[in-house]
């Protein structure tokens, strides 16, 4: 597996997923928070065409534990020096869920070295000023199967306060992640541990100073992809998100959730090929 060195000297780890595609690297930054990427695979089949550079972030993986800067805005730093250590110039990332955190915290701080940045099912209730409509996509879906014993559990949910006591109850909220509650998500669920001490440790600093205003300094091209029937994010806060760039757009995959590199993989790709210079025609 390959690695880097990192602003203070930490060793970090990659997974580099090329299936002999060309080109310059893709640099993909997993969500969870702290998870371990294994949970993206090869987004669909996007290493076939972008070779993939997937980091994994302090304390997850192969990444060793680096104490107080395993911070989301601390972790902006380690995509600099992987910037570095990949021949440097602009850079294309595509961040998922909690990745986008890294992400603005990068574009905001580095924006002359971001080229295009995709951001996937971003949660954003932290940075935009819009109605949450997560709750009545929940409650949209109170006929199904799984939602009494979600309904049952939400004071325990509502309560919990360390990432240990999130995971605890993590099976009871992953309904809500998907388009459809179905085979192929309850296997997908159980793919890429959760490294609980990096979860901690990555949501231990406040959100930076004026961070959404900041990004508007950002001249990269920006796309972000919503799930229709993403109830962890909502969709209006998601969709707001490409307010905060001038050059910026918005696509929601119908059907889709948290994750629609698997539910919908043929409009995944259909949205982010063109968007990164790989349209299969």
Known sequence: MPTFTSHDGAILHYDLIDDEAC?????????????HPAYLGDLAGLSSVRPLVVLHQRGVGESAEAGPLMAWPELAHDVEALRRHLGGG???????????????????????HVRRLCLVTPPADYLVDVEDDSRAMVMARSDEEWFPAFAEAVPALEAASTPQEHRALAHLIAPLAWGTWDEQA??????????????GAFFSAPVPEALAERLASCGAQVLVLAGERDALTGLKPVLAVADLFPRSGAVVIEGAGHYPWVERPEDFRSAVDPFFGTDRG
């Open 90 to 112: 602009q850079q294309d990332l595509l961040a998922h869920s909690a990745g986008t955190r890294v992400a603005f915290a990068y574009a905001a701080s580095h924006p002359q």
């Open 186 to 199: 309850r296997a997908h669920e159980a793919v890429g541990d959760f490294y609980l001490d990096a979860a």
């Open 23 to 35: 080109g310059e690297p893709l640099v993909v930054l997993a969500g969870g928070a702290a998870r």
